[in-house]
């Protein structure tokens, strides 16, 4: 069973349709996908509709947090999507995109850089705007050759001479705010140094004592050694262990299935998670 809890698509910062995406995971081999589009649901729809028979999909979200200055993302899983206070949440940290992607871009014309709102709005399209949207549109200039090399101090990596701050929620509230919808928290990527900062041990500690229930492992930012080392940690703190492509389609260079989940710790999910359940494929449109 192959199974893959960190996706992304259209409906905020991957290249994928959620009809494509859940397409493409099937035709990847997978049995099970999430749809964990940043701070956004809006892509459920369109998803459950083309699941195809023999693929599962587990709705989720990668909201955005940030614990003592440090950006942090928490994946939710199985959670109920109209819960009020969650909701409020979300979009809240949704609403805050559009103004700092204007701040990045009048960073970025400062700096020299021709990007434009319209620009990065065209490569948005109907997604949640975020930095990739303006990496992409530095890539369209020529400026760099790739998303990732926008991701630095140069231009837009935390602290960077593009970087403008969004609003994020405090992590500790976020697994408040997804247990009281039902659902279950993991930390996405926490050893990923090379997106910065990283939050250091003691504080997943704290997290894990305040009801988070999983970190994500097998990531592809996480080097052996990082693996090993987030592996320990959470059995030291009880905390289930997954893995995961984080498929953005063609923004990243990473394929679905790239890491997988095991079978168990996604039972364990689904057991504790009271305010949605995985849907199975029953054709597809």
């Known amino acids: ?10 409906a905020s910062d991957g290249t994928d349709t959620p009809a494509e995406l859940v397409r493409n995971a ?3 081999g997978l049995d099970v996908v999430a749809l964990t589009d940043h701070d956004s649901t809006r892509g459920y729809a369109e ?3 083309a699941l195809p028979r023999g693929l599962t999909l ?23 999507p109209e819960e009020p206070a969650l909701l409020a949440e979300r979009e809240l940290i949704r609403d805050d995109r559009v103004p700092r992607a204007q ?9 020299g850089v021709p990007v434009t709102w319209e620009q990065v709005k065209r490569i948005a399209g109907d997604g949640s705007v975020g ?3 303006v990496a992409s549109a530095l890539v369209e200039l020529g400026v760099v050759p790739t998303v990732s090399d926008a991701f630095t101090p140069e231009w837009l990596a935390d602290g960077g001479r593009a970087f403008v701050k969004k609003h994020e929620a405090d992590p500790f509230e976020a697994i408040r705010l997804v247990k009281n919808a039902g659902g279950v928290t993991v930390f996405a990527h926490p050893a ?3 997106r910065g900062r990283t939050v250091p041990e003691s504080t997943i500690a704290e997290l894990a004592a305040a009801g988070l229930d999983g970190i994500e492992v097998d990531h592809m930012d996480h080097d052996a050694d990082a693996r090993t080392r987030m592996r320990g940690l959470a059995t030291d703190l009880g905390l289930l262990t997954t893995g995961s492509s984080d498929y953005h389609g063609s923004r990243k260079a990473v394929a679905l299935g790239a890491n997988t989940t095991d079978p168990e710790v996604y039972g364990e999910i689904i057991r504790r998670a009271t ?5 199975p494929g029953a054709g597809g449109a």
């Open 192 to 194: 990923a140094a090379k």
């Open 1 to 10: 069973m192959r199974i893959d809890l960190h996706c992304h698509s259209t």
């Open 47 to 49: 998803a459950v509709a």
């Open 131 to 133: 930095r990739p949207h």
């Open 58 to 80: 587990v709705t989720g979200a990668e909201l955005s947090c940030r614990v003592d200055g440090v950006s942090m993302h928490l994946l939710a899983y199985l959670f109920d």
């Open 26 to 28: 099937a035709a990847a």
């Open 275 to 279: 305010g949605a359940f995985p849907v």
């Open 103 to 111: 701040a990045m871009i009048a960073k970025l014309n400062e700096l």
